[in-house]
């Protein structure tokens, strides 16, 4: 039995580091998002942009998942209504409520709102799957609170003070809580049933749910404005925020639980950060250390009760 034993914690040591590097990557890629549609607003109305990322991310993605959602099309026909429920909220509706948002409401408060996804999360499965919030977690999301505010603060109490509340508070506070229900639904996903089958299927859903909204923007609002910033932005985020970055935290919460994921979502600053710092040139100060430390430090330690845990679990079966 001990060498079984050894081995199955071997081998779910290795499933959660690879959780954890899965959920980083996506964090990573999302923070670009964040880089490439900051200065958008003007060029790309909000449903159109989600529209057209969740269609480039099919058309990539159909050539090497189709094949999948053929062999499970008996499981998937099976399941109509969850994944109808998972496509709504994770594609047609998050990323265009936050779309929405970015044009009535001020980077400073996406940002700021944006941290609550995580605590959602946490609230949200306290409730449906028992898990409990000890202590070392709430000290771990408030080191983590206060490293995110930091960063977006650049330090400076006067900023935070001098906050003003917008109608697009409100569309991002949604978005976090359906992204966080979403990342929960993730964890009953079928048995049985193949990530590509099922990321290619929800994608198919959300656009088809997006069309009526796109129909609707088209005629109602100036299209969209075409030219090398628009198009090269819309790629970016329908090949790396849209399809690889789904797949990764689809994969990701099957491997740790939306909870972990959740918690390395913090790490999203941070790499919005070193973008920006590279990209955009802006500068990186002691600030920007001390926040990392803060967030880095504020997850190990909101994981490493539950990590204990997991791997008492592991040697008693």
Request: hydrophobic share 55%; aromatic share 14%.
């Amino acid at each position: 039995m001990k060498p079984t034993n050894h081995l199955t914690n071997q081998q779910s040591n290795k499933n959660e580091l690879k959780g954890y590097v899965f959920a980083l990557v996506a964090t990573a890629l999302w923070s670009g998002n964040f880089i490439v549609v900051r200065d958008l607003s003007e060029s790309v109305p909000p449903v159109s942009l989600a529209f057209w990322r969740w269609t480039v991310a099919v058309v990539i993605f159909s050539p090497f998942a189709l094949k999948f959602l053929i062999k499970d099309w008996k499981l998937l026909k099976k399941h109509v209504p969850y994944l109808v429920i998972t496509s709504f909220l994770g594609v047609t509706i998050f990323n265009t409520l936050i779309y929405i948002a970015g044009h009535t409401t001020t980077a400073i408060n996406l940002s700021l709102i944006s941290i609550t996804f995580p605590i959602f999360i946490i609230i949200i499965s306290r409730f449906i799957f028992k898990e409990l919030i000890t202590v070392k977690k709430v000290l771990g999301i408030f080191l983590v609170a206060v490293g995110v505010l930091l960063i977006i603060t650049k330090g400076s109490l006067s900023i935070l003070l001098a906050l003003s509340f917008y109608e697009g508070d409100i569309w991002m506070l949604g978005a976090s809580l359906i992204f966080a229900t979403y990342s929960i639904l993730l964890q009953k996903k079928p048995k049985g049933l193949n990530v590509y089958a099922f990321q290619l299927s929800t994608f198919l859903l959300g656009i088809i749910f997006l069309f009526p909204f796109y129909i609707w923007e088209y005629a109602s609002t100036p299209t969209l404005t075409l030219n090398f910033k628009s198009v090269s932005s819309i790629l970016y985020i329908g090949v790396f925020s849209s399809l690889i970055a789904f797949i990764l935290w689809n994969k990701a919460i099957l491997l740790i639980g939306s909870t972990k994921s959740g918690m390395i979502y913090y790490t999203l600053p941070l790499f919005s950060g070193v973008l920006a710092y590279f990209i955009l040139k802006e500068d990186l100060k002691i600030v920007h250390l001390i926040s990392a430390v803060l967030i880095i430090f504020g997850i190990v330690l909101s994981n490493y009760k539950s990590n204990k845990l997991q791997r008492t679990k592991s040697s008693k079966e």
